[in-house]
């Protein structure tokens, strides 16, 4: 079983529409969550750590659920600008463990 | 802002050749990483670097890669003897504490094996 699985799309949508990403790991000692953003052929860039609460910034929202051990992204009223490959990344944060990535899923928002 | 600053941006090599992949971290950071990744693939985890020496190797980072940080700004990824398979993104990552500190990324180095 892979360790970070993501629905790798592309999800096509357009400008306005609310998109939601999924994501499971297999660790279930994972103690850290994150969505990382990749445009084409550029770095990773962290857009959110993923908390047990639930956490917003903006236009986009991150679920935790450690009994599933799934997570989720929710962006609201898509721009442009969000058009990019989405990264679900998890740490087992035991000292200096490196964070492990899924694949990505990649949104397309469209005039 | 400070940000991690790779070099070459890319490379293009013989196989059989040795390439250095430089790297100069946030300067207050003591966590260092090498990630890799192929075209189309996932970002995937080389090596990870703190108190200068390595604390973790994945199963890719075979005795072809080694990693040095020889002057206190530079952390440098060194391949031996390239193979066509190496052909990929090279990121260097740092961060200032271990656990949930963010992971600050290098734009990257592409590494091109002909």
């Known amino acids: 079983r892979k360790e970070v699985e993501q629905d790798p799309g592309p999800f096509n949508v357009p400008e306005g529409a609310t998109v939601a990403f999924n994501c499971t790991y297999s660790?279930?000692?994972?103690?850290?969550f994150f969505w990382y953003r990749q445009d084409c052929r550029k770095e990773p860039k962290l857009l959110m750590s993923v908390y047990s609460s639930g956490n917003e910034d903006g236009r986009f929202t991150a679920q935790l659920n450690r009994a599933s051990q799934y997570i989720s992204l929710l962006i609201r009223d898509s721009k442009l600008s969000d058009s990019a490959t989405y990264l679900c990344v998890v740490n087992l944060n035991s000292g200096n463990t490196p964070l492990v990535f899924g694949k990505g899923t990649r949104l397309s928002v469209i005039a | 802002e400070p940000e991690v600053t790779q070099t070459p941006s890319h490379q293009v090599t013989q196989m059989g050749q040795e390439v250095i992949l430089r790297c100069v971290p946030i300067s207050n950071h003591l966590y260092f990483y090498w990630y890799r990744q192929i075209l189309g693939q996932k970002v995937e985890f080389l090596v990870s670097?703190?108190?200068?020496?390595?604390?973790?190797k994945s199963e890719i980072f075979d005795d072809q890669f080694s990693v040095e940080r020889p002057d206190g700004s530079n952390f440098t990824l060194k391949i031996r003897s390239t193979k066509l398979e190496d052909s990929a993104m090279y990121f260097c990552?740092?961060?200032?504490?271990?656990?949930?500190?963010?992971?600050?990324f290098g734009e990257g180095s592409r590494l091109t094996v002909l």
């Open positions: 990552a740092s961060r200032s504490r271990q656990g949930a500190g963010e992971l600050f």
């Open positions: 670097f703190y108190n200068n020496e390595i604390s973790e």
């Open positions: 660790n279930s000692a994972s103690q850290s």
